[in-house]
């Protein structure tokens, strides 16, 4: 009996899924700020954060072209893929074994006006890993995601208004005084996808695969579990700012996809995963000396998730010069850090970060890159 419930626990933590906590939209920007943005949240990301803070925006926004980039940082890896194995898969299993990979590629046309927002986005987000040697399983997170998001805050008072753009140009209109937002956002998204863990020695995957149409393509992928959805998302907000000459101090809170944004499936065989809510908290400090300014930033979030509290802890710091900026964080145990480039008509953010995809604090690292690119966004003051 012993043996049994020994053998019964081994099996348990070794098939156990343990996956990041997955959010519909994340700023390249907060990512390479350790994700410390619920209280910044001043570019067009700004309605999946905290849809109170546009309140703070002034004027009009857009942001036409923003391509984003990010994948598995594999710099730490180059090991695993010198005389990479072409044709014997035993060898090229066991090379990916643990690795876990990373792809997300999406945009996201954005327009600003005082205190509401419009965002239409599109992302797919593509992320595996091959655990455990002696029966090995594929951890598989396929998704798309598009759609669009709308926001509007109730503003009192007037301190800490600024108006659109990035960083030097976000401060211009600054004035002193106390302001207090609440924000409601609502969007439509249609998600499609697969989020399954598959046997690669079970025979459950070889008949999915050979009892639909070998031959077509869409057979196959319905037959893995590829279904495609469509549900509408609410989230809420409120916000702080006090503004005193050349500085600003923020608080915020909101609460992103109230109750769970739920899927309605239209095509497929498998349950489409809930985007789950997320309760999130941030405060920001922030001085700007004409060619200098900086914001430092904290975190907690998401807060009604069942993770370990330390991986809820985000700190960020953004430093800018003219032109030039310079990005640290520290996203729930892990590292970021990058640095951007505004020139109009183009603006870059490039650089590292880790989030974790295990399921307790510093147990596993999924090491990423991102790159950002901006092309003709501009602000009118009003």
Not at 123 to 147: C, E, F, K, Q, W
Not at 290 to 304: E, K
Request: aromatic share 14%.
């Amino acid at each position: 009996m012993k043996k049994l419930i020994l053998i019964y626990f081994l099996l348990f933590f070794s098939f156990a899924r343990a996956r990041e906590f997955r959010y519909l939209q994340r700023s390249p920007k907060a990512l390479l700020m350790g994700d410390a943005y619920t209280a910044i949240a001043d570019d067009e990301y700004t309605l999946f954060y905290n849809p109170a803070a546009m309140g703070r925006h002034k004027g009009l926004s857009v942001y036409f072209v923003n391509p984003e980039v990010a994948v598995t940082n594999a710099i730490d890896e180059l090991d695993r893929f010198e005389n990479f194995p072409s044709s014997d898969p035993v060898a090229i299993a066991d090379r990916v074994l643990g690795l876990p990979l990373y792809l997300k590629v999406g945009g996201m046309p954005t327009l600003k006006m005082s205190s509401v927002g419009m965002s239409m986005f599109a992302g797919l987000t593509t992320s595996m890993v091959l655990r455990n040697a002696t029966h090995p399983i594929l951890d598989l997170d396929y998704r798309y995601d598009r759609g669009v998001a709308i926001g509007y805050a109730f503003t009192m008072g007037s301190g800490g208004k600024k108006s659109g753009g990035r960083r030097q140009r976000e401060y211009k209109k600054r004035t002193s005084g106390e302001q207090l937002s609440f924000g409601v956002g609502l969007k439509n998204v249609n998600r499609q996808g697969i989020s399954q863990d598959f046997d690669l020695f079970g025979l459950e995957l070889l008949n999915r695969i050979f009892l639909s149409d070998s031959s077509d393509y869409h057979a196959i992928r319905k037959a893995l579990g590829y279904s495609i959805g469509a549900g509408w998302g609410v989230d809420g907000g409120v916000e702080y700012t006090y503004s005193t000459g050349l500085s600003q101090f923020t608080a915020g809170f909101s609460i992103l996809d109230i109750g769970d944004t739920r899927f309605r499936k239209t095509s497929g065989t498998a349950d489409l995963p809930d985007q789950q809510m997320s309760v999130n908290s941030g405060i920001a400090f922030s001085q700007n000396f004409g060619i200098l300014d900086y914001t430092l930033s904290a975190d907690i979030h998401p807060i009604n998730a069942k993770i370990d509290d330390y991986r809820k802890l985000h700190f960020g710091a953004n430093v800018n010069i003219p032109f030039l900026g310079v990005m640290f964080g520290w996203n729930g145990g892990y590292i970021s850090y990058g640095l951007s480039l505004d020139i109009w008509p183009i603006s870059i953010y490039a650089g590292f970060y880790g989030v974790e995809i295990g399921g307790n604090y510093l147990q596993e690292e999924g090491k990423r890159a991102v790159f950002y690119l901006g092309l003709f966004d501009f602000s009118f003051d009003a």
